[in-house]
Protein backbone atom coordinates (compact mmCIF):
# COMPACT_ATOMS: atom_id res chain seq x y z
CA UNK A 1 0.00 0.00 0.00
CA UNK A 2 1.72 3.38 -1.00
CA UNK A 3 0.84 6.57 -1.23
CA UNK A 4 -2.31 7.38 -3.40
CA UNK A 5 -2.24 3.40 -4.94
CA UNK A 6 -3.51 1.67 -2.30
CA UNK A 7 -5.34 -1.59 -1.41
CA UNK A 8 -8.96 -2.09 -0.79
CA UNK A 9 -8.12 -5.43 0.26
CA UNK A 10 -8.85 -4.06 4.04
CA UNK A 11 -11.30 -2.52 3.18
CA UNK A 12 -12.76 -5.75 1.97
CA UNK A 13 -12.30 -7.83 4.83
CA UNK A 14 -14.15 -5.01 7.08
CA UNK A 15 -16.52 -5.39 5.17
CA UNK A 16 -16.56 -9.07 6.23
CA UNK A 17 -16.17 -8.35 9.14
CA UNK A 18 -18.96 -6.97 9.96
CA UNK A 19 -20.96 -9.51 9.27
CA UNK A 20 -18.75 -11.57 11.06
CA UNK A 21 -19.18 -9.61 14.27
CA UNK A 22 -22.67 -8.24 13.70
CA UNK A 23 -24.14 -12.07 13.77
CA UNK A 24 -22.16 -13.30 16.91
CA UNK A 25 -22.21 -10.04 18.65
CA UNK A 26 -18.87 -9.60 19.54
CA UNK A 27 -17.51 -6.63 21.30
CA UNK A 28 -14.60 -4.87 19.84
CA UNK A 29 -13.73 -2.61 22.61
CA UNK A 30 -9.62 -2.80 23.53
CA UNK A 31 -8.18 -3.49 26.95
CA UNK A 32 -6.54 -0.31 28.34
CA UNK A 33 -3.03 -0.07 26.97
CA UNK A 34 -0.46 -1.58 29.07
CA UNK A 35 2.73 -0.01 30.70
CA UNK A 36 5.95 -1.64 28.42
CA UNK A 37 9.38 -2.22 29.96
CA UNK A 38 11.85 0.35 28.36
CA UNK A 39 11.96 3.30 25.35
CA UNK A 40 10.01 2.38 22.26
CA UNK A 41 11.85 4.50 20.10
CA UNK A 42 14.20 2.51 18.42
CA UNK A 43 11.39 0.41 17.51
CA UNK A 44 8.50 2.63 16.27
CA UNK A 45 9.01 4.62 12.55
CA UNK A 46 6.64 6.57 10.32
CA UNK A 47 6.53 6.05 6.95
CA UNK A 48 5.30 9.14 5.26
CA UNK A 49 5.03 7.93 1.94
CA UNK A 50 6.63 8.18 -1.81
CA UNK A 51 5.14 11.76 -1.87
CA UNK A 52 8.10 13.12 0.51
CA UNK A 53 10.33 12.30 -2.60
CA UNK A 54 9.04 15.37 -3.88
CA UNK A 55 8.22 17.93 -1.93
CA UNK A 56 10.05 21.04 -2.11
CA UNK A 57 12.23 22.00 0.47
CA UNK A 58 10.70 23.53 3.31
CA UNK A 59 7.80 20.76 3.14
CA UNK A 60 10.06 18.34 3.40
CA UNK A 61 11.93 19.47 6.00
CA UNK A 62 8.45 19.97 7.90
CA UNK A 63 7.42 16.51 7.74
CA UNK A 64 10.66 15.37 8.84
CA UNK A 65 10.56 17.99 11.88
CA UNK A 66 7.05 16.99 12.47
CA UNK A 67 8.16 12.88 12.52
CA UNK A 68 11.16 13.15 14.68
CA UNK A 69 9.04 15.36 16.99
CA UNK A 70 7.39 12.32 17.74
CA UNK A 71 9.99 10.95 19.68
CA UNK A 72 10.09 7.70 16.65
CA UNK A 73 13.69 6.66 16.10
CA UNK A 74 12.99 5.28 11.74
CA UNK A 75 11.72 6.82 9.17
CA UNK A 76 11.01 4.33 5.91
CA UNK A 77 12.20 5.92 3.04
CA UNK A 78 10.93 4.53 -0.72
CA UNK A 79 14.47 4.08 -2.94
CA UNK A 80 12.30 4.56 -6.17
CA UNK A 81 14.50 2.45 -8.59
CA UNK A 82 12.54 3.73 -11.61
CA UNK A 83 13.53 7.01 -11.11
CA UNK A 84 17.07 6.46 -9.43
CA UNK A 85 18.21 4.48 -12.60
CA UNK A 86 15.72 5.37 -15.08
CA UNK A 87 17.59 5.27 -18.42
CA UNK A 88 19.83 2.60 -18.37
CA UNK A 89 21.84 0.07 -15.88
CA UNK A 90 24.76 2.73 -15.97
CA UNK A 91 22.52 5.92 -15.22
CA UNK A 92 22.27 6.90 -11.30
CA UNK A 93 20.46 9.52 -10.11
CA UNK A 94 20.54 9.50 -6.02
CA UNK A 95 20.79 13.05 -6.30
CA UNK A 96 17.55 14.45 -7.43
CA UNK A 97 15.28 13.46 -4.69
CA UNK A 98 16.78 10.18 -2.52
CA UNK A 99 19.89 12.25 -0.80
CA UNK A 100 17.83 15.35 -0.15
CA UNK A 101 15.79 12.94 2.21
CA UNK A 102 18.00 10.55 3.40
CA UNK A 103 20.74 13.68 4.30
CA UNK A 104 17.62 14.94 6.13
CA UNK A 105 16.62 11.92 7.99
CA UNK A 106 20.44 11.67 9.26
CA UNK A 107 19.74 15.37 10.42
CA UNK A 108 17.35 14.67 13.00
CA UNK A 109 18.64 11.24 14.42
CA UNK A 110 16.59 9.18 12.34
CA UNK A 111 17.47 5.48 11.30
CA UNK A 112 16.29 4.75 7.65
CA UNK A 113 14.52 1.41 6.42
CA UNK A 114 14.73 1.61 2.51
CA UNK A 115 12.28 0.34 0.56
CA UNK A 116 13.72 -0.34 -2.38
CA UNK A 117 11.21 -1.10 -5.20
CA UNK A 118 10.01 -0.79 -9.02
CA UNK A 119 11.71 -1.31 -12.21
CA UNK A 120 12.36 1.27 -14.81
CA UNK A 121 12.04 1.04 -18.27
CA UNK A 122 14.63 -0.65 -19.25
CA UNK A 123 14.71 -3.45 -16.97
CA UNK A 124 11.13 -4.52 -16.74
CA UNK A 125 9.20 -7.94 -18.04
CA UNK A 126 7.74 -7.69 -21.48
CA UNK A 127 4.70 -8.25 -20.10
CA UNK A 128 4.25 -5.42 -17.74
CA UNK A 129 6.35 -2.58 -19.99
CA UNK A 130 3.88 0.07 -19.44
CA UNK A 131 4.14 0.14 -15.45
CA UNK A 132 6.75 -0.19 -13.23
CA UNK A 133 4.66 -2.24 -10.73
CA UNK A 134 7.00 -5.54 -11.91
CA UNK A 135 9.23 -7.39 -11.19
CA UNK A 136 12.55 -7.06 -13.36
CA UNK A 137 13.29 -9.58 -16.33
CA UNK A 138 16.48 -9.85 -14.89
CA UNK A 139 17.37 -10.53 -10.99
CA UNK A 140 20.71 -9.47 -10.91
CA UNK A 141 19.64 -6.19 -12.74
CA UNK A 142 17.73 -5.41 -9.56
CA UNK A 143 20.85 -7.35 -7.23
CA UNK A 144 22.91 -4.29 -8.50
CA UNK A 145 20.68 -1.45 -7.61
CA UNK A 146 20.21 -2.77 -3.93
CA UNK A 147 24.16 -3.43 -3.91
CA UNK A 148 24.62 0.27 -5.23
CA UNK A 149 22.58 1.77 -2.43
CA UNK A 150 23.96 -0.06 0.37
CA UNK A 151 27.17 1.06 -0.59
CA UNK A 152 25.92 4.41 -1.07
CA UNK A 153 23.86 5.11 2.50
CA UNK A 154 25.64 1.77 4.84
CA UNK A 155 27.80 1.68 6.97
CA UNK A 156 30.90 1.83 4.33
CA UNK A 157 30.11 4.69 2.30
CA UNK A 158 32.50 7.30 1.74
CA UNK A 159 29.93 10.16 1.54
CA UNK A 160 30.23 11.29 4.94
CA UNK A 161 27.03 12.65 5.32
CA UNK A 162 25.10 10.06 3.97
CA UNK A 163 27.25 7.32 5.73
CA UNK A 164 25.58 4.30 7.74
CA UNK A 165 22.11 6.20 7.97
CA UNK A 166 20.41 3.22 6.19
CA UNK A 167 20.22 0.60 8.43
CA UNK A 168 17.72 -1.48 7.03
CA UNK A 169 16.84 -2.06 3.51
CA UNK A 170 12.76 -4.07 2.78
CA UNK A 171 12.58 -5.59 -0.69
CA UNK A 172 9.55 -4.53 -3.28
CA UNK A 173 6.46 -3.52 -1.86
CA UNK A 174 3.37 -6.03 -1.41
CA UNK A 175 4.75 -8.49 -3.83
CA UNK A 176 2.04 -10.83 -2.87
CA UNK A 177 -0.49 -8.19 -4.39
CA UNK A 178 -1.64 -7.87 -8.27
CA UNK A 179 -0.94 -3.94 -8.14
CA UNK A 180 2.68 -3.65 -7.28
CA UNK A 181 3.51 -7.07 -8.89
CA UNK A 182 2.15 -7.15 -12.83
CA UNK A 183 0.40 -8.76 -14.58
CA UNK A 184 0.30 -11.50 -11.39
CA UNK A 185 1.81 -12.67 -8.19
CA UNK A 186 5.76 -14.71 -8.93
CA UNK A 187 6.95 -15.84 -5.61
CA UNK A 188 9.61 -17.78 -7.76
CA UNK A 189 10.85 -14.58 -9.58
CA UNK A 190 10.46 -12.80 -6.34
CA UNK A 191 12.72 -15.42 -4.24
CA UNK A 192 15.25 -15.16 -7.48
CA UNK A 193 14.88 -11.99 -7.04
CA UNK A 194 15.87 -11.55 -2.94
CA UNK A 195 18.52 -14.40 -3.42
CA UNK A 196 20.65 -12.21 -5.69
CA UNK A 197 19.93 -8.84 -3.93
CA UNK A 198 21.02 -10.47 -0.61
CA UNK A 199 24.38 -11.07 -0.74
CA UNK A 200 24.82 -7.60 -2.56
CA UNK A 201 23.55 -5.62 0.43
CA UNK A 202 25.54 -7.51 2.52
CA UNK A 203 29.05 -7.29 0.50
CA UNK A 204 28.61 -3.60 0.86
CA UNK A 205 27.28 -3.30 4.24
CA UNK A 206 27.66 -6.65 6.06
CA UNK A 207 25.72 -4.55 9.19
CA UNK A 208 22.51 -4.00 7.09
CA UNK A 209 19.24 -5.60 7.98
CA UNK A 210 17.22 -7.23 5.10
CA UNK A 211 13.79 -7.21 5.09
CA UNK A 212 11.37 -9.21 2.72
CA UNK A 213 9.04 -7.40 0.48
CA UNK A 214 6.37 -5.98 3.11
CA UNK A 215 3.23 -8.35 2.47
CA UNK A 216 -0.13 -6.81 1.73
CA UNK A 217 -3.05 -7.89 3.83
CA UNK A 218 -4.24 -10.13 1.02
CA UNK A 219 -6.04 -13.17 0.06
CA UNK A 220 -5.45 -16.35 -1.69
CA UNK A 221 -6.79 -15.79 -5.49
CA UNK A 222 -7.54 -18.70 -7.15
CA UNK A 223 -6.56 -16.29 -9.77
CA UNK A 224 -3.11 -15.68 -8.84
CA UNK A 225 -3.46 -12.02 -8.84
CA UNK A 226 -3.06 -12.04 -5.02
CA UNK A 227 -1.48 -14.50 -2.67
CA UNK A 228 -2.05 -14.74 1.52
CA UNK A 229 1.16 -12.84 3.08
CA UNK A 230 1.85 -16.38 5.06
CA UNK A 231 1.26 -18.49 1.77
CA UNK A 232 3.49 -15.92 0.12
CA UNK A 233 6.29 -16.48 2.72
CA UNK A 234 5.97 -20.08 2.84
CA UNK A 235 6.26 -19.72 -1.11
CA UNK A 236 10.01 -17.97 -0.50
CA UNK A 237 10.67 -20.90 1.57
CA UNK A 238 9.53 -23.65 -1.01
CA UNK A 239 11.86 -21.70 -3.50
CA UNK A 240 15.29 -21.87 -1.57
CA UNK A 241 15.04 -17.93 0.18
CA UNK A 242 15.13 -19.00 3.25
CA UNK A 243 18.58 -17.57 4.22
CA UNK A 244 17.85 -14.82 2.32
CA UNK A 245 16.83 -12.63 4.56
CA UNK A 246 16.96 -11.00 7.92
CA UNK A 247 13.69 -10.32 9.05
CA UNK A 248 10.53 -10.77 7.40
CA UNK A 249 7.95 -7.46 6.56
CA UNK A 250 4.01 -6.75 6.93
CA UNK A 251 1.57 -4.57 6.87
CA UNK A 252 -0.65 -5.29 9.12
CA UNK A 253 -3.63 -3.51 8.34
CA UNK A 254 -7.16 -3.85 10.16
CA UNK A 255 -8.92 -0.77 9.43
CA UNK A 256 -11.85 -0.05 9.65
CA UNK A 257 -11.56 -2.53 12.84
CA UNK A 258 -9.00 -2.72 15.45
CA UNK A 259 -5.83 -4.38 15.02
CA UNK A 260 -6.88 -6.00 18.38
CA UNK A 261 -10.19 -7.79 16.71
CA UNK A 262 -9.22 -11.46 17.01
CA UNK A 263 -10.63 -12.40 13.43
CA UNK A 264 -8.96 -14.93 10.41
CA UNK A 265 -9.11 -11.95 8.32
CA UNK A 266 -7.28 -8.91 10.14
CA UNK A 267 -4.29 -9.09 8.81
CA UNK A 268 -2.71 -8.08 12.12
CA UNK A 269 -3.84 -11.55 13.61
CA UNK A 270 -2.61 -12.98 10.08
CA UNK A 271 1.08 -11.64 11.19
CA UNK A 272 1.27 -14.30 14.20
CA UNK A 273 0.43 -16.96 10.96
CA UNK A 274 3.19 -15.68 9.40
CA UNK A 275 5.80 -16.49 12.48
CA UNK A 276 4.07 -19.69 12.54
CA UNK A 277 5.88 -20.59 8.87
CA UNK A 278 8.63 -18.96 9.94
CA UNK A 279 8.93 -20.94 13.12
CA UNK A 280 8.27 -24.38 10.73
CA UNK A 281 11.18 -23.63 8.70
CA UNK A 282 13.83 -22.92 11.33
CA UNK A 283 13.72 -19.17 11.44
CA UNK A 284 12.02 -19.10 15.24
CA UNK A 285 14.99 -16.37 15.49
CA UNK A 286 14.08 -13.62 13.01
CA UNK A 287 11.20 -10.93 13.75
CA UNK A 288 8.64 -9.63 11.64
CA UNK A 289 8.81 -6.14 10.81
CA UNK A 290 5.52 -4.12 10.13
CA UNK A 291 6.60 -1.56 7.92
CA UNK A 292 3.28 0.32 7.36
CA UNK A 293 0.08 0.56 9.94
CA UNK A 294 -3.02 2.85 10.59
CA UNK A 295 -6.32 3.61 9.68
CA UNK A 296 -8.01 6.09 7.48
CA UNK A 297 -9.94 9.35 9.21
CA UNK A 298 -12.73 10.37 7.16
CA UNK A 299 -16.41 9.41 6.24
CA UNK A 300 -15.41 6.66 3.30
CA UNK A 301 -18.20 4.18 4.20
CA UNK A 302 -16.48 0.94 5.24
CA UNK A 303 -13.55 2.18 5.55
CA UNK A 304 -12.66 5.32 7.15
CA UNK A 305 -12.78 5.84 10.88
CA UNK A 306 -13.37 8.88 13.66
CA UNK A 307 -10.29 10.85 14.68
CA UNK A 308 -11.10 9.28 17.92
CA UNK A 309 -11.05 6.07 16.74
CA UNK A 310 -7.66 6.37 14.97
CA UNK A 311 -6.30 7.80 18.24
CA UNK A 312 -7.09 4.34 19.99
CA UNK A 313 -5.98 2.56 17.44
CA UNK A 314 -2.47 4.04 17.70
CA UNK A 315 -2.76 2.23 21.36
CA UNK A 316 -4.09 -0.84 20.19
CA UNK A 317 -1.18 -1.12 17.72
CA UNK A 318 1.18 -0.54 20.11
CA UNK A 319 0.03 -2.97 22.92
CA UNK A 320 -0.79 -5.84 20.12
CA UNK A 321 2.53 -5.40 18.34
CA UNK A 322 4.70 -4.36 21.29
CA UNK A 323 3.08 -6.34 23.96
CA UNK A 324 1.37 -9.45 22.34
CA UNK A 325 3.63 -10.02 19.89
CA UNK A 326 6.58 -9.08 21.50
CA UNK A 327 8.12 -12.06 21.21
CA UNK A 328 8.68 -12.22 17.39
CA UNK A 329 7.89 -8.10 16.35
CA UNK A 330 10.38 -5.71 15.21
CA UNK A 331 10.02 -1.91 14.23
CA UNK A 332 6.52 -0.90 13.77
CA UNK A 333 6.09 2.13 11.23
CA UNK A 334 2.59 4.66 10.74
CA UNK A 335 1.65 5.43 7.85
CA UNK A 336 1.30 8.21 7.32
CA UNK A 337 2.59 11.71 8.88
CA UNK A 338 0.45 13.83 6.77
CA UNK A 339 -3.02 13.30 4.88
CA UNK A 340 -2.45 13.26 1.15
CA UNK A 341 -5.44 15.35 0.49
CA UNK A 342 -8.49 17.34 2.22
CA UNK A 343 -11.29 14.67 0.30
CA UNK A 344 -12.64 13.23 3.47
CA UNK A 345 -14.96 10.88 1.44
CA UNK A 346 -11.79 9.47 0.02
CA UNK A 347 -10.48 6.96 2.37
CA UNK A 348 -7.05 6.96 0.64
CA UNK A 349 -6.20 10.77 1.27
CA UNK A 350 -6.50 10.27 5.17
CA UNK A 351 -4.27 8.17 6.76
CA UNK A 352 -2.16 10.74 8.16
CA UNK A 353 -1.60 11.69 11.65
CA UNK A 354 -1.80 15.23 10.85
CA UNK A 355 -4.68 16.68 8.49
CA UNK A 356 -3.18 18.49 5.17
CA UNK A 357 -3.26 21.30 6.77
CA UNK A 358 -0.38 20.61 9.27
CA UNK A 359 -3.10 20.57 12.02
CA UNK A 360 -3.18 17.65 14.52
CA UNK A 361 -5.10 14.80 14.87
CA UNK A 362 -5.35 12.84 17.93
CA UNK A 363 -3.77 10.30 17.36
CA UNK A 364 -0.67 12.38 16.59
CA UNK A 365 -0.71 13.13 20.24
CA UNK A 366 -1.30 9.60 21.11
CA UNK A 367 1.12 8.05 19.11
CA UNK A 368 3.60 10.73 20.69
CA UNK A 369 2.25 9.83 24.32
CA UNK A 370 3.10 5.86 23.30
CA UNK A 371 6.32 6.53 22.52
CA UNK A 372 7.30 8.48 25.55
CA UNK A 373 5.41 6.22 28.11
CA UNK A 374 6.72 3.09 27.54
Avoid at 119 to 130: E, G, I, K, Q
Avoid at 179 to 206: C, E, S
Avoid at 269 to 297: C, F, H, L
Wanted: aromatic share 12%; net charge negative; glycine share 10%.
Amino acid sequence: MRGRRRSFQAAVLGTLAVLVLGACGVAVAPPASPTFVGSLAGRTGVNPGSAILWMNDADRNRELDQIAATGAGWISVDFDWNSIQAWSASDWRWDVATDKLVRGAKARGLKVLAMLAYSPTWARRPACANTSHCLPANPDDFARFAGAAAARYGSNSNIADLRGTVVAYQLWNEPNHYPFVQPTVDVAGYTAMLVRAYPAIKAADPTATVLTGATSPAGDDPSGRDMAPATFLEGIYAHGGGGSFDAAAHHPYSFPYSPLVEAHWNSFQQTKTMYDVMVRNGDGGKKIWGTESGAPTGTDPGRSVSEETQSQFVADYFRGWHHDYAEFSGPLFWFQLRDNDTNLAFYEDNFGLLRRDWTKKLAYDEFTRQIANT
